[in-house]
């Protein structure tokens, strides 16, 4: 049975230019009930020789990484066993650096694809024109309180995009932690991980590589579609033989931790379930609930749930499922 575990996948330590150890950062992480936190500092993996005591002092699962901060754009490499080097990548083969990490079983992430570049963040705006066919996820949220940000809808929508031409990417949260704020609204991501009573840092990244992940700044959304012999969680592919016209759809709420963290009004969620077919249904949910929908799958490429409601008084998209896909 998989169990969901939340994640902070960017935040920076002393290493580059955070303002905290990397035990300090587990520390805030431990407090606000987050099971694990990537750490993926700039250009270095100083902070790694830390992870394995910080873990065990604190039992919060840190996933070494790294932030790739090249001049045209940044990306979050996960799952390396040494550092990767990008500066004898030229400008047009990139493809040639994802492929290095993915030899080393490493997954790669585009980070804030939309962020402000020069002169206020060089390589802040993703400029290649490769890597989101063979990028492994792409952080369509980024910072805190990210639903409002103009440059996140533009990754929400690229990411819509990329699911409609047939890409398969998985959607996460980065909240680019520099300092801790205590005040402020961050996203999670969350993953289904395998792996028993205490799954570990590698159950996290096959959910990872997988697209088993939901990203929520309160309530965590679940989508799953069932026929009478089997059952489909974000990540998994419905294959084409045999499959019936109408699958049973469950939308579930679950409280969690961060919510404790956030001004969320608990009474008013409603789900939209999107898909490449436009909008499939509209599910009212309540916390700690589900609705179940027949839904015909004809047509369906990839299909998502959208979370909406309202956090600081502000009706937004507060939460999203990764899609589950079809086999076509
Ligand atoms: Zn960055
Ligand atoms: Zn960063």
Redesign the pocket.
Known sequence: MNRWLSFELHAHTLHSDGAHTLAELAGFARQRGYDGLAVTD?NTIAAWAEWEAVTAATGVRILPGL?W?TFHG?ALLLNIPQYVDWRALGTFDLERGIRAVHDQGGLFGI??PF?LGNPI?TG?YWEYRAGHGSADYLEVWSQSLPAARTGNQRAFQWWTRLLDAGCRITAVAGS?LHRLAPAEALARTYLAVDGGDDPGPAAAIRALRSGAVTVSMGPLVTVELRSAAQSWGAGSVVPAADRPSILELEVALRSTAQMAWVEIDRTDFRAVISSNRGEVCQVPLGLDGAARRSIDVNGLRWMRAELFGRIQGVAQLIAFSNPIYFQI
């Open positions: 700039h932030e901060t940044h980070a804030h962020r963040c802040g680019d």
